[in-house]
Nanobody
Framework: QVQLVESGGGLVQPGGSLRLSCAAS????????MGWYRQAPGKQRELVAT???????NYADSVKGRFTISRDNAKNTVFLQMNSLKPEDTAVYYC???????????????WGQGTQVTVSS
């Protein structure tokens, strides 16, 4: 059974930094795309950043230049380095894995349970 588990959320002051991690566990050969999404209270879930197995990245305009996504393919882990955090970055951050190749076949669109990030003074 495949699971995605996030860690690294918390409370930080404006201008501060946090690093999120998400580890995929289970019998996994590869994960084509891994990414981070977030959902603020009363808002829809939105894309933050994605990264392919080959390292191609995509960012939401609101986080470009402040957030950096990276991954360790050997450990099926994705990271999100968040710098210059703003109060509007406050949200639950969710890890996503798509096109997960396992011994039982391809799995699509798996989500972690989410980790809270709060930016406040």
């Amino acid at each position: 059974q495949v699971q995605l588990v996030e860690s690294g959320g918390g409370l930080v002051q404006p201008g501060g930094s946090l690093r999120l991690s998400c580890a995929a566990s289970g019998s996994i050969f590869s994960i084509t795309v891994m990414g981070w999404y977030r959902q603020a209270p009363g808002k829809q879930r939105e894309l933050v950043a994605t990264i392919t197995k080959s390292g191609s990245t995509n960012y939401a305009d609101s986080v470009k230049g402040r957030f950096t996504i990276s991954r360790d393919n050997a450990k099926n882990t994705v990271f999100l380095q968040m710098n210059s955090l703003k109060p509007e970055d406050t949200a639950v951050y969710y890890c996503n894995g798509d096109h997960i190749l396992t011994p039982l076949g391809m799995l699509y669109d798996y989500w972690g349970q989410g980790t809270q990030v709060t930016v406040s003074s």
